[in-house]
């Protein structure tokens, strides 16, 4: 192995950072979340207070006690989360979620947002690219087309003469 | 004086209704050029004037509705709803916006106010602030309609009128809920002035750099205020609603941060068309979704479509509004139909990688969150429509949704600043992001040795992985403004031969707007690192017999007692907890529970303790009926300090960004050629 092959400084130093992340995630691994916590933050409570059920904080709740019960007997029965889910649903309804599913018409819920801004994006980029095709005009080549009236140009130029503002700054960052 | 307010009420509909007829046939009569028998410049000063009395005679109402709060007059439908005899003064004021009528008449008084200021300042420009000020009195006829004839605030009660009044709702009995409304509705009604100068401008083709200059600091300032009510707003769900967070993605919430969302969009793509004469359209229309947005809000929660825990007011005015907003949206499509091609732009974007492009970026992702929010917003409403199931749409939504699109927009405040104007070369691209990359890793090494752990039993933990990523994010941010402001200090350091601090003060005076800005966008990475504290929230509840102990962090909470106290207004019962740390003690916190007398309801008064680690946040939720013991529940909330910090930080670039550039005398001496240049002049003034 020659000199050909050594890699630059900044490629290792690269390599060593993305190692030492690698190392910090693993070293994190095994710690133990609570489920009950988790699961809890995932539905409603159901008495009205529109709270997650993690998060009702009304003493004498009529509800959280006995979901935050039945949501511990779903975890002890070794049911899947989608199992006690489906449970609450076929008991309070689909409210009881404290977010859409991903199926059926609720999946849409969740992708319409990427949808709208990845098609968003891409007409940006697209009409970036095109304008750049276009080299830049400057501000006359473009301006004169649009006002062809003189009588319009004149007048817009007599506002800007006529107000004191000054816009030649170079507001902004 | 119900009577009084009544009359009020009813002139300022005249007044306003003469503003806008007169203003509009002036503003005809000067267009087309027709003869006629009066002057139509006189005709507009008219109409002018009577803007000016509409505001007078709706001030009127607003003082007849606070007296009547003040002498308890309980004939008053509204005043018997929303106070009563022993509600201590600064909550007398908060009567006026605590009901829906009240909040209707601030709404109204706040228009005519901030059009009472443009029509004094009409010398700037009389026919454009004519325009502006007819179409200001058509939003403000809309609203003495709603006032006059759906939502009376002087309505009187049939029947023998009570010796004391319902009181105010417990929840709004807290410091915030005097200031926190009122900000928030100047932020709204704020919205109208840069509204009415779009709307304005562009049926008189007026050039649109002239417009959006002359409405910038209406602009800023409106949004400083709803900025200032949003965090408002968050800090009373924080220290009332005692559930330990300050963001629920509540409907309520939510319509007051949409028009913010396009609102910030508005104020970065506005440079693009003042420098560069681009984005004229877009810009048009972001201040149009903006004021109908302002308009959505109330249309949605007060009108019942979707329910909130912080409508405090719902009836049937929705129609009103969903009428009105249909309104607007035709009179806006018509007239931008009709003169677009005024709105033609001056130039394009030439390169992918560039200032431009990043404002167009920065615009997207910003109205993308809008859009998330609105679609999750009304999407209980479309799922109900659609398959006849309504479903909740909640924090886990917006978390997974939201966040992602927030961490991409704290991404381009940092990058937007280091691209150049035009284009840009990848030696450049280089030169300026070595040092926030670096920053960005570093902070990522950082976290993770300290025991940030985006991985949880082989899982990824979203809530810590978002986290991490934002505070590398808010690392490279940081970095990216430091480093510009450094650049600009360090040439003028080596020109004046000021020390660096006093060079950047001279530099940040010298193009406030510029790095007024930049402060700005340190205060929300401020914010975002505050938020993102959240992941690592902590709580424990217990109950709690004398001498009982819970841990919760650092801290050991130990009960030493409970008390009870009374007064006019309401009966409370404390709690007293010692907090010790490593065996010291250190302070008492003292959780309450209230009972108001005149309405009968419970609140809770939560006990914080603040430091810029974090928030010790103590609930007294009340006492187990079984054992009579008091439950509490303990947080340990990181990093929530920096949240109102970083408003702080936001607020005061914003008022630095409002303040006039200081103009290098450099530029502005005239020295003959002759003369020699002296080292003051060289130096610059300050």
């Given at each position: 192995m020659g000199a050909s092959t050594r890699l630059p400084a900044w490629v290792k130093a690269l390599e060593a950072t993305f190692l030492a992340v690698a190392i910090c995630f693993s070293l994190g691994a095994s710690s133990p979340t609570s489920r009950i916590d988790t699961l809890s933050h995932r539905l409603m409570c159901q008495c009205g207070c529109a709270q997650l059920l993690g998060e009702c904080d009304h003493v004498g709740c009529p509800d959280r006690d006995k979901e935050l019960a039945e949501l511990t007997a779903g975890i002890a029965s070794s049911l899947t989360d989608q199992q006690i889910f489906d449970t609450f649903v076929a008991k309070y309804g689909a409210t009881v979620l404290a977010a859409p599913t991903t199926h059926g018409f609720d999946l849409v819920a969740w992708i319409a947002p990427f949808a709208v801004f990845g098609a968003a994006l891409l007409l940006t980029i697209l009409l970036i690219r095109r304008w750049g095709g276009l080299g830049g005009k400057s501000r006359a080549e473009f301006t004169e087309p649009a006002f062809v009236d003189p009588a319009e140009r004149e007048r817009i130029e007599r506002?800007?003469?006529?107000?004191?503002?000054?816009?030649?700054?170079?507001?902004?960052y | 004086?119900?009577?009084?307010?009544?009359?009020?009420?009813?002139?300022?509909?005249?007044?306003?209704?003469?503003?806008?007829?007169?203003?509009?046939?002036?503003?005809?009569?000067?267009?087309?050029?027709?003869?006629?028998?009066?002057s139509p410049e006189r005709l507009a000063d008219t109409a002018r004037r009577a803007g000016i009395a509409g505001f007078w005679a709706v001030t009127g109402a607003a003082f007849a509705l606070v007296y009547s709060v003040f002498t308890n007059d309980f004939s008053i439908t509204y005043i018997l709803d929303h106070s009563n005899r022993a509600l201590p003064i600064p909550y007398k004021f908060a009567a006026l916006w605590s009901g829906q009528e009240g909040s209707l008449l601030l709404w109204a008084w706040l228009l005519g106010t901030y059009g009472f200021i443009l029509r004094l300042l009409h010398k700037t420009d009389v026919k454009l602030y004519a325009y502006a000020g007819s179409i200001l009195a058509g939003i403000q006829v809309f609203f003495l309609l709603v006032l006059n004839f759906a939502a009376p605030p002087f309505a009187l009660l049939k029947g023998a009128v009570p010796p004391d009044g319902n009181g105010l709702n417990p929840l709004l009995q807290y410091p915030e809920m005097v200031i926190h409304p009122p900000m928030l509705y100047l932020g709204y009604v704020g919205f109208s002035v840069p509204f009415a100068f779009a709307l304005g401008a562009l049926m008189m083709r007026y050039p649109g750099e002239k417009w959006i200059r002359i409405t910038r600091a209406w602009t800023m300032v409106t949004w400083m205020f709803l900025t200032c009510g949003i965090f408002l707003g968050m800090h009373w769900a924080y220290a009332v609603l005692g559930w330990g967070g300050y963001w629920g993605w509540d409907p309520v919430e939510n319509a007051s941060f949409?028009?913010?969302?396009?609102?910030?969009?508005?104020?970065h793509s506005v440079m693009m068309q003042e420098r560069k004469g681009m984005m004229k359209s877009w810009n048009v229309w972001l201040i149009f979704s903006t004021f109908l947005l302002t308009m959505l809000g109330?249309?949605?929660?007060?009108?019942?479509?979707?329910?909130?825990?912080?409508?405090?007011?719902?009836?049937?005015?929705?129609?009103?509004?969903?009428?009105?907003?249909?309104?607007?949206?035709?009179?806006?499509?018509?007239?931008?139909?009709?003169?677009?091609?005024?709105?033609?732009?001056?130039?394009?974007?030439?390169?992918?990688?560039?200032?431009?492009?990043?404002?167009?970026?920065?615009?997207?992702?910003?109205?993308?969150?809008?859009?998330?929010?609105?679609?999750?917003?009304?999407?209980?409403?479309?799922?109900?429509?659609?398959?006849?199931?309504?479903?909740?749409?909640?924090?886990?939504?917006?978390?997974?949704?939201?966040?992602?699109?927030?961490?991409?927009?704290?991404?381009?405040?940092?990058?937007?600043?280091?691209?150049?104007?035009?284009?840009?070369?990848?030696?450049?691209?280089?030169?300026?992001?070595?040092?926030?990359?670096?920053?960005?890793?570093?902070?990522?090494?950082?976290?993770?040795?300290?025991?940030?752990?985006?991985?949880?039993?082989?899982?990824?933990?979203?809530?810590?992985?978002?986290?991490?990523?934002?505070?590398?994010?808010?690392?490279?941010?940081?970095?990216?403004?430091?480093?510009?402001?450094?650049?600009?200090?360090?040439?003028?350091?080596?020109?004046?031969?000021?020390?660096?601090?006093?060079?950047?003060?001279?530099?940040?005076?010298?193009?406030?707007?510029?790095?007024?800005?930049?402060?700005?966008?340190?205060?929300?990475?401020?914010?975002?690192i505050g938020l993102a504290g959240s992941a690592f929230n902590r709580s424990v509840e217990s109950e709690m017999a004398l001498h009982d102990r819970i841990q919760i962090g650092p801290y050991t909470l130990v009960q030493v007692g409970a008390t009870q106290d009374s007064n006019d207004n309401y009966n409370s019962e404390?709690?007293?907890?010692?907090?010790?740390?490593?065996?010291?003690?250190?302070?008492?916190?003292?959780?309450?529970?209230?009972?108001?007398?005149?309405?009968?309801?419970?609140?809770?008064?939560?006990?914080?303790?603040?430091?810029?680690?974090?928030?010790?946040?103590?609930?007294?939720?009340?006492?187990?009926?079984?054992?009579?013991?008091?439950?509490?529940?303990?947080?340990?909330?990181?990093?929530?300090?920096?949240?109102?910090?970083?408003?702080?930080?936001?607020?005061?670039?914003?008022?630095?960004?409002?303040?006039p550039s200081l103009t290098p005398a450099t530029a502005s001496l005239r020295v003959p050629a002759a003369q020699p240049v002296t080292e003051a002049v060289l130096k610059g003034g300050d």
């Open positions: 506002i800007r003469r006529e107000t004191s503002i000054d816009t030649g700054s170079s507001g902004g | 004086m119900a009577a009084f307010g009544s009359f009020c009420l009813l002139i300022a509909l005249a007044l306003a209704a003469y503003n806008l007829l007169a203003g509009a046939l002036a503003l005809r009569l000067i267009a087309t050029g027709q003869p006629a028998r009066i949409m028009p913010w969302l396009t609102g910030t969009a508005f104020l109330t249309t949605l929660t007060r009108g019942g479509l979707v329910s909130s825990v912080h409508a405090f007011a719902q009836s049937s005015i929705g129609t009103w509004f969903v009428v009105f907003m249909g309104i607007v949206l035709a009179i806006c499509i018509f007239t931008y139909v009709l003169q677009r091609g005024h709105l033609k732009t001056e130039h394009h974007l030439e390169s992918l990688v560039s200032r431009e492009s990043s404002f167009l970026f920065n615009n997207l992702v910003l109205l993308t969150a809008c859009f998330v929010i609105l679609w999750g917003t009304l999407f209980p409403i479309i799922s109900e429509y659609v398959q006849g199931t309504k479903v909740t749409v909640g924090a886990p939504f917006y978390n997974r949704v939201a966040i992602p699109i927030g961490l991409f927009l704290l991404f381009l405040t940092g990058v937007g600043p280091l691209l150049p104007w035009r284009a840009t070369s990848f030696k450049a691209i280089k030169r300026n992001f070595v040092l926030p990359v670096i920053a960005l890793w570093a902070t990522v090494i950082v976290c993770l040795a300290v025991g940030v752990k985006p991985w949880q039993n082989g899982a990824i933990d979203t809530g810590s992985f978002y986290a991490l990523v934002s505070f590398a994010v808010a690392a490279a941010v940081l970095t990216a403004i430091g480093s510009e402001f450094l650049r600009g200090a360090s040439v003028i350091s080596r020109q004046t031969g000021r020390n660096l601090l006093a060079a950047t003060w001279l530099l940040t005076r010298r193009n406030t707007r510029r790095y007024g800005g930049y402060l700005v966008h340190i205060g929300v990475v401020v914010v975002v404390y709690t007293m907890l010692d907090v010790y740390k490593g065996g010291k003690r250190l302070f008492q916190m003292t959780p309450e529970k209230r009972f108001y007398l005149a309405s009968g309801q419970p609140q809770t008064m939560v006990a914080i303790h603040s430091v810029p680690e974090w928030d010790l946040y103590v609930v007294y939720e009340g006492t187990n009926p079984d054992t009579a013991q008091p439950i509490i529940k303990a947080f340990l909330n990181p990093l929530v300090g920096w949240i109102w910090l970083g408003l702080v930080v936001m607020v005061v670039g914003t008022l630095i960004a409002l303040v």
